[in-house]
């Protein structure tokens, strides 16, 4: 299996649209939010927990030195562009904040599984005089639960056999506060 992961040329990881080139480490997070309050015996537990929004830290790089960037400066140059290999990894760079700032969900393949319907939350980027020529990104990403909604109209009220408790809401007129009765034992009249 190993040698037949080897020769495979797929990526193995990707944010949206952008090929990881070294996956440094990758961090996967699905939670279950549980209620702090006690649940009755016989109660639906599926009603006291919700699954929360899976979150994905990708520490991830690209180097000038890679195949794709010298592939991409020769192809660059033999059509007549002006692309070095010190763009690349800047043009990697921009490509992850413009998915980021586009605020348009995407997928995440990662070695373990596919993500759907991820933002990126934060970038951070890490420069130090060995690495000058090479993106370090740390990548945290968070899905998005979407769900789908719909309207409807109730029937007319003379058709409900309850319309005090089951008509649409109306407005009713402005409401005056008026003053409670006091309880047995009294209670300090209003100044």
Known sequence: MAIFDFLTLTPRSMIGPIEIAA?????LSDNLQVTEHPV?????????????????????GWSNSSLDAIS?????????????LADYVSGVYSQLLALQESRVPFDITTTRRRYSNMLI?????????????????????RQI?????????LPPREDQASPADTAEVENA???Q???????PGGALPPQ
């Open 145 to 153: 639960i979407i769900v789908s909604t719909q309207s409807t109209t």
């Open 23 to 27: 996956a440094l480490e990758e961090v």
């Open 173 to 175: 007129g402005v409401k």
């Open 121 to 141: 939350t934060g970038l951070q980027v890490t420069t130090d005089s060995r690495s000058s020529n090479a993106l370090m990104v740390q990548a945290t990403c």
């Open 72 to 84: 991409a400066a020769v192809t660059s140059f033999f059509s007549g562009g002006g692309l070095t």
């Open 40 to 60: 009755e015996i016989g109660a639906a537990i599926t009603d006291h927990a919700y699954k929360r929004p899976s979150e994905v830290v990708l520490r991830c």
């Open 177 to 183: 506060v008026a003053p409670a009765t006091p309880s």
